[in-house]
């Protein structure tokens, strides 16, 4: 017995306790309903005729470190109405208590699914065993399931957006409420029928945000047409920037000219760029030699025949989009050049002295590395004094072309101003690329017509054509507050829960814990 407890705290209210005791460290309170009488379910006539008696078991909420089970004596009754076809039926005890058939009570079932939903199956089993609740994996996702309520409030504002099942796979589609902030369905895929037929039941949807893919838009429009549909406006700014990368990549030869990239000489390479050097002559013969043929008006497949290239290769090299530029290897070295350059000038010419020197210094290469700077030191003042340029990446120049100038180094702004100066098409183009970036930041939707009519003419064509086929969207995103900003949120926070299921959550499952715990 436990006279010290408070019963009337362990149990919920209308029930009457008749007797506390402990088994295994488990509490188990005896308990029985405090009302005389019950209505039947069918027909609702009050009955205090008892037919029989049985114990019920259900799981609650646990007390001073222990599990705390509660054995309800219940009532079965006999209906005294006359015409009712139910003549017994045991008593129920109300949705607030435990509902019919329930193993647990509505407070401990609320705690449970609430686990399921914040750390999925075994994570939250675990938790769930340090807090003396007795309920296992998979009884939480089942519990989460359940209970699990798509949203009934009507949609007028909704993002779409993809999210990969497995990447490069399967992908399927995330709809949210932007009003609302919560996700309120998942589909099975990304495909146009598919999200047609989801908008085509949501005819209230009066604005759908998207990304620019062909996809969502053809289904708004099929499926809503009179819906205003609103480009993403970071999706704009990244389609952009990747617009002006492939620009300047296309351009590469022509920077390379620019910044006066000096002659290579062999003799000053090591061993290892030796090779890489023979490498990138081939690649160079090779594009030279389909270049010429095409120059000449031949088709890309009869390149690929005379040639014995791939179909993939001999495209890229006839748009320009294969720029192979030879790079020196970039060296351990690099921070302790001022301290080889001045041991050089002093008189210390043997490889291996100079690499004892440079441990001391905290320099953890190999031997190799510095004779092999040794050697080609040797070979430059006996041969000349000439150096081999670097020339920036296409990611970096593009970098440093779309940052102000306030913000480059000495180098990197002379770099720039001869790009400019050498290549202006490509100034253009990025000068087309920093005034739309500014259009859609400070929503100016006036000027993307004269914008567009600029870009055609410019390197950067074929991204004005697909601004120009999503005109309207991409005018409603610059006018408009919609956005897909926070569709984008929900995706990585589908991500968070799929991963802590290790990628193994069924639709019904992931959609369950989304939606339920928003």
Request: hydrophobic share 40%; charged share 25%; aromatic share 6%.
């Amino acid at each position: 017995m436990w006279p010290e407890l408070r019963l009337s705290n362990l149990i919920p209210p209308d029930l009457v306790t008749e007797q506390v005791t402990e088994a295994g460290g488990t509490l188990i309170v005896h308990a029985r309903a405090a009302a005389a009488s019950r209505s039947c379910p069918r027909c609702s006539a009050p009955s205090r005729r008892i037919h029989s008696r049985y114990i019920r078991t259900v799981s609650d909420l646990p007390c001073s470190g222990r599990r705390l089970e509660l054995r309800i004596t219940t009532r079965r009754f006999v209906c005294t109405a006359s015409r009712c076809q139910q003549r017994i039926f045991a008593e129920r005890f109300g949705e607030g208590l435990f509902g019919m058939r329930a193993r647990r009570t509505t407070r401990l079932e609320v705690l449970v699914r609430h686990l399921g939903l914040a750390l999925g199956g075994r994570p939250a089993a675990n938790f769930a065993r340090r807090l003396m609740l007795p309920v296992s994996n998979d009884t939480l996702l089942r519990v989460v399931r359940r209970h699990a309520q798509s949203p009934t409030e009507a949609l007028v504002i909704v993002g779409v957006d993809d999210w990969a099942f497995r990447r490069n796979h399967r992908y399927g589609t995330i709809v949210c409420d932007l009003e609302r902030h919560r996700v309120v369905k998942l589909l099975p895929d990304r495909d146009a029928a598919t999200v047609k037929a989801f908008l085509a039941r949501h005819p209230t949807i009066r604005v759908l945000s998207r990304d620019r893919g062909a996809g969502y838009g053809e289904a708004g429009t099929q499926a809503l047409p009179d819906a205003l549909q609103v480009a993403d406006r970071w999706h704009l700014i990244e389609n952009a920037s990747a617009a002006f990368l492939d620009v300047v990549r296309k351009s590469m030869r022509a920077i390379r000219g620019t910044i006066g990239a000096t002659t290579i000489s062999p003799r000053l390479l090591t061993a290892a760029e030796r090779l890489q050097y023979d490498g990138y002559l081939r690649r160079e013969d090779d594009n030279a030699a389909i270049l010429a043929l095409h120059r000449e008006g031949v088709s890309i497949k009869d390149i690929v025949r005379r040639l014995g290239h791939s179909r993939g290769l001999v495209r890229k090299v006839v748009r320009g989009m294969r720029t192979d530029l030879f790079f020196t290897n970039a060296s351990t070295l690099e921070p302790f050049l001022p301290v080889l350059d001045e041991a050089w000038t002093g008189g210390c010419r043997n490889g291996a002295e100079l690499w004892r020197h440079l441990q001391l210094r905290g320099f953890g290469g190999s031997l190799r590395v510095v004779t092999e700077w040794a050697t080609r030191r040797r070979r430059a003042e006996q041969v000349s004094h000439q150096g081999m340029q670097k020339i920036p990446s296409a990611r970096m120049i593009a970098h440093l072309m779309t940052t102000g100038r306030d913000h480059l180094g000495r180098a990197a702004t002379v770099t720039v101003a001869a790009i400019e100066a050498g290549v202006p098409d490509l100034d253009a183009a990025r000068k087309l690329i920093m005034r739309f970036h500014h259009m859609v930041r400070t929503k100016a939707a006036a000027g993307l017509d004269a914008w567009i009519a600029a870009a055609q003419e410019s390197l950067l064509h074929a991204f004005a054509r697909g601004i120009l086929k999503d005109r309207e969207a991409v005018l409603a995103s610059i006018r408009e507050p919609w956005s897909n900003g926070q569709t984008e949120g929900q995706v990585n926070r589908l991500k968070l829960v799929k991963r802590q299921m290790y990628g193994r959550a069924k639709l019904d499952l992931l959609e369950a814990r989304l939606i339920g715990a928003a």
